[in-house]
């Protein structure tokens, strides 16, 4: 069996890779697909006025909010999947976790933004196929 990160930021992007995991012809079906969602740790200000708890409650909602729309894509397209919820720098979390888990590929939504912004803002696709150890389709 193999094992494909599918990461989500819970945009309709996301959506549509999660799509072609269930349709896609070019794929087998056996697979497991763990879905991945990042979000960012808060900074030590915000650290010292709210507690540990409350910040893991708010990043495990951020997460299934994020994660709800491919679990169900995947569950109605009887596809096995996992979900882990991630903090921390995205691209340094998604690489990490395919090579914990010995990720087959890594497929992700692109948002397809000019080449401008992404220079400006970084791009977490770019930054995944930079340092992935296996392949990554972007949808």
């Known amino acids: 069996m193999n094992t494909i990160i599918l990461a989500t930021d819970g945009s309709s992007h996301s959506d549509a890779a999660a799509r072609y995991l269930v349709e896609g012809p070019l794929l087998n079906r056996d697979f497991t697909v ?33 994660m709800k729309s491919v679990v169900d894509i995947l ?16 691209p340094d979390k998604i690489v990490a976790h395919a ?10 939504g692109s948002h397809h933004r000019a080449p401008f912004l992404d220079a400006l803002l970084g791009s977490v696709c770019a930054r995944v ?3 992935a150890p296996c392949p ?4």
């Open 75 to 90: 569950r109605a397209g009887n596809v096995s999947f996992e979900c882990h919820e991630l903090t921390g720098h995205t």
């Open 129 to 131: 196929i930079a340092h």
């Open 34 to 66: 763990h879905v991945l969602h990042c979000e960012a740790d808060v900074t030590g200000d915000v650290k010292a006025f709210i507690g540990q708890a409350d910040i893991d409650a708010w990043h495990h909602e951020e997460s299934d909010k994020a």
């Open 99 to 108: 090579i914990k888990v010995g990720a087959s590929a890594i497929v992700m």
């Open 136 to 139: 990554v389709l972007l949808v």
